[in-house]
């Protein structure tokens, strides 16, 4: 073998190899990080594109896919010039520096134990995409596109990457020994929220509630349904940075709060409204990974179980709750299925992480954290600190977005016709 390697290392055909185990490299690890980020950008695009396309009406599906194609673009820019580096730059306990900008100094090295910090970045960046696209289900079918662009932009680095500095990137929330293992924190809690403000500062779609609004095609929901249960594997399993036994547990519980998710809407609808639905099981379904996506890195499966079933009836309420009571047009229920399932499974988290639960025992708390109490306390404070500080720079944010661009929302007559034809020119069928 050693004789064969000196004979191609001459052509350079050897070489990568070589620089895997030179650095410390583990190229199994490697192959699967790889994986996974493909995995979570499948969530995007086509995934969760796929899923909002076909919930809202046949005018506006192609100003959906747009935007969730567009936002792909722009985070994926902002985070090679500034966005990872105050996120991971080493900075403070509130925000990173701008050390790593345009990632200067990032290499092939290991980082993460033993995964190329290039890879890191691309990994991390897939959780920068998904998370802005998810706010778009809040104001589907009544925003502009430059609107949209200039708020997405502005939301990545004022409140993205100081959270998930927070968390994972060396800050305040991480050091104290918040759980969150693929981000209920970083990413549902902050969509959702951000999500129920942008819904009330913009306002109801013209009609709602009383004119139906029923989606124009749910083959395309529940095929962007799919597309999301299997590339949510690599958002949590991903999460460890490893194939190993994390990984594997992870897309276990991952899988099992899914189908429990799914199954606790259906049935609760089918006793309430007498039907099961296709939008209720795969909102369901959405529900359970949402949730069990801050724990899934340290709760069992029938851990995964009890947060799944949770999440399909806390979820299911919350949604009627806020369309139907406090009746702000959340358009695609972001924030009762991706905010509050964050929330619920951020708190469970530090419940079933114990270790003394029986065949509900987890992983084990924190470092230094020695009970359920003092571990809920923690996520608690996770919890708020993330939901208040979302909220008020959201707020700011759309006020100073809607200054900008002269209005966030496009006029009555412009959201009859449709967003595709009066922002695109296009339209998504041909009649």
């Known amino acids: 073998m050693k004789s064969l390697l000196r004979l191609l290392l001459p052509l350079g055909l050897a070489a990568p190899q070589l620089a895997l185990a030179a650095d410390g490299i583990d190229a199994g ?17 086509p995934g969760l594109s796929l899923f909002y396309g076909g919930l809202v009406r046949s005018k506006n599906v192609l100003s959906v896919l747009m935007q969730c194609f567009a936002i792909a673009c722009i985070a994926s820019l902002l985070w090679l010039a500034a966005v ?74 004022a409140v993205y990457a100081p959270i998930c500095h927070w968390v994972w990137g060396g800050g305040w929330l991480g050091a104290m020994g918040l759980l969150d293992f693929a981000g209920g924190t970083v990413v549902h809690i902050t969509a959702g929220v951000a999500a129920l403000v942008a819904a009330v500062v913009i306002g109801n779609r013209n009609g709602f509630p009383t004119t ?34 994390d990984a594997a547990m992870a ?3 991952t899988h099992i709060s899914a189908a429990a998710g799914s199954l606790a809407w259906m049935v609760v609808e089918w006793l309430k409204f007498g039907k099961p639905s296709v939008l209720g099981i795969v909102t369901g379904m959405v ?47 972001v924030f009762p299925v991706h905010g509050v399932g964050g929330v619920l499974g951020t708190l469970l988290a530090g419940v079933f992480a114990s270790t003394e639960l029986g065949i ?21 404070i996770g919890v708020v600190a993330t939901f208040f500080y979302t909220a008020v720079v959201t707020f700011v944010l759309l006020k100073l977005t809607g200054l900008l661009t002269n209005g966030i929302r496009v006029s009555a007559e412009d959201e009859t016709q449709g ?4 922002l695109h020119e296009e339209s998504g069928y041909k009649y």
């Open 419 to 422: 967003l595709d034809l009066v």
């Open 251 to 253: 897309m276990l519980v």
């Open 287 to 333: 529900a359970g990974l949402g949730t069990i996506t801050p724990a899934s890195g340290f709760v069992g499966p029938a851990g995964a179980l009890v947060i799944g079933l949770s999440a399909g009836l806390v979820c299911f309420y919350m949604t009627q709750f806020i369309k139907r009571k406090l009746v702000i047009d959340d358009s695609l229920d």
């Open 360 to 380: 509900f025992s987890g992983q084990g708390f924190a470092d230094g954290i020695n009970s359920i109490g003092e571990q809920l306390g923690v996520q608690a």
């Open 29 to 45: 690890n490697t192959a699967w990080i790889l994986t996974a980020t493909a995995l979570v950008l499948f969530m995007t695009l």
């Open 84 to 157: 990872y580096s105050l996120s991971f730059g080493e900075g403070n306990r509130w925000i990173g520096d701008l050390s790593k900008a345009f990632l200067a100094g990032i290499g092939e090295q290991a980082v993460a134990g033993d995964i190329p910090e290039i890879l890191f970045v691309m990994f991390q960046l897939t959780f920068a995409i998904i998370t802005p696209a998810l706010i778009v289900g809040a104001f589907a079918e009544r925003v502009k596109f430059s609107s949209l662009l200039t708020f997405s932009a502005l939301w990545l680095v």
């Open 212 to 245: 139906a609004m029923p989606p124009h095609n749910m083959t395309m929901t529940i095929t962007g349904a799919g597309m999301l249960w299997v590339g949510w594997f690599g958002f949590n399993a991903g999460s460890a940075l490893a194939a190993n036994g």
